[in-house]
């Protein structure tokens, strides 16, 4: 069975710009979540998906979107980069049954803002 | 809130030796799961090994094993005859046992491997 993947794996961006991010989970797997990795904040949850509905959100500003789709795979956006932005986006996929919650994780997108 | 500590920012151990990894989090639930992942430099995030709460035995999952003290909050990972592949940052992440499928995690450890 097929991993998490991201696309794309790396990414420059300026300040101002919008970017857009895509995870494809797990075949099976309907529960999406996506994480923020920077050597200062360490690792922040920004938002999960499940059945193309946005079920819990981190302390995020609106800049951070996101969206699930009816086969799974979700995006998330960022409007308005920042420099701060610059940061290893990290998607994980779990089947969410029951005894089940391992988080698959995906290899990443490096995202540089300048 | 919940919040996940790891003391030891850096850790080195003998290639063959034991090493443990300490975990501390605070919580006001009484059921919830804990993990410790591993991130490679090649940065894929791994699951080594996970705790269910209302577990008392400590999970074991070949040479990784961790010693859970709930009342203490404690969740520390030993790993036994280090390899150089376990060389990694090491995460400890907490998520309550309900549908929030949120991760919270702690700083980090940098475990290094010496041949």
């Known amino acids: 069975k097929a991993g998490v993947t991201q696309t794309p794996r790396y990414l420059i961006k300026t300040r101002g710009q919008q970017v857009t991010l895509s995870c494809s989970p797990i075949?099976?797997?309907?529960?999406v979540s996506w994480y923020q990795q920077t050597p200062g904040q360490g690792l922040q949850f920004l938002f999960e998906?499940?059945?193309?509905?946005?079920?819990n959100k981190g302390n995020f500003p609106g800049r951070f979107s996101g969206r699930q789709f009816s086969n799974s795979r979700s995006e998330m956006n960022v409007s308005t980069l920042e420099l701060g932005d610059s940061a290893l986006y990290l998607c994980?996929?779990?089947?969410?049954?029951?005894?089940?919650?391992?988080?698959?994780f995906g290899p990443g997108t490096r995202l540089t803002v300048t | 809130a919940q919040t996940v500590t790891q003391s030891q920012p850096e850790m080195s151990v003998q290639e063959a030796e034991t090493v443990t990894l300490s975990c501390t989090y605070d919580t006001s639930e009484s059921d919830y799961y804990l993990f410790w992942y591993k991130q490679p430099p090649s940065r894929q995030m791994i699951l080594v090994i996970r705790?269910?709460?209302?577990k008392q035995q400590n999970a074991t999952e070949n040479r990784f094993s961790v010693n859970f003290q709930k009342a203490a909050k404690s969740f520390s990972l030993k790993i036994s005859d280090s390899q150089l592949g376990d060389a990694a940052m090491y995460f400890c992440?907490?998520?309550?046992?309900?549908?929030?499928?949120?991760?919270?995690w702690g700083a980090g450890t940098k475990l290094i491997i010496k041949p």
């Open positions: 992440a907490y998520r309550r046992r309900d549908s929030n499928y949120q991760l919270i």
């Open positions: 998906y499940f059945s193309e509905t946005q079920r």
């Open positions: 705790q269910e709460a209302y």
């Open positions: 075949s099976g797997h309907r529960s």
């Open positions: 994980a996929s779990c089947h969410q049954s029951v005894g089940s919650n391992e988080q698959y």
